[in-house]
């Protein structure tokens, strides 16, 4: 029997150590790229935790300036608070929310400070007030009331008549 022949020319063929070392390279190359196929899939695998966890260290940061603010808050409100139980902060208080004034002290307030011309150089702001009021020009504004005072009037008159005190 005659031995089968190889269909690769002879100039192909390849010896075994030239094999041993063909394998020798793939095996590593093939150890490289099922690292590399790992390292993939490792990373697809754990980048939702990390992203996870980085909007939650995120949240956590703002939470923490949320927290600092509330505290320099309520630093500023018991301050504000202690300041009650000073008299003369609450007499200043008194005099600038309430225009209150102390005996013998006379307050002077402008009403109408928004009518008031600030190019009028003629005198005052109380004398410009008083011109203004005391003009004898006709308003082209005409308004009428939220009710009829006519009808009130006699609903008063007859309910004053009609109806029995309460005792």
């Known amino acids: 029997m005659k031995k089968p022949t190889s269909r690769v020319p002879r100039n192909m063929r390849v010896s075994s150590s030239a094999r041993r070392e063909l394998l020798g390279k793939l095996n590593l190359d093939a150890q490289a790229i ?15 935790e990390l992203q996870i966890w980085y909007t939650q260290q995120v949240q956590i940061a703002d939470l923490k300036r949320e927290n600092e603010a509330t505290r320099n808050s309520l630093t500023q409100m018991k301050d504000d608070l202690k300041r009650w139980d000073d008299p003369a902060y609450v007499r200043a208080q008194a005099r600038n929310r309430l225009f209150y004034v102390m005996p013998g002290e006379i307050s002077f307030l402008v009403m109408d400070a928004d009518k008031v ?7 005052t702001v109380g004398d410009a007030l008083a011109r203004a009021r005391n003009s004898s020009a006709v308003t082209k504004k005409i308004s009428t009331t939220k009710s009829n005072w006519t009808t009130n009037l006699v609903e008063t008159v007859v309910r004053a008549g009609i109806e029995q005190p309460k005792a």
Not at 34 to 48: C, K, N
Not at 117 to 123: E, K, M, P, R, V
């Open 117 to 123: 011309n600030a190019t009028d150089s003629s005198g």
């Open 34 to 48: 099922t690292l590399g196929i790992l390292a993939v899939v490792a990373i697809f695998s754990i980048a939702p």
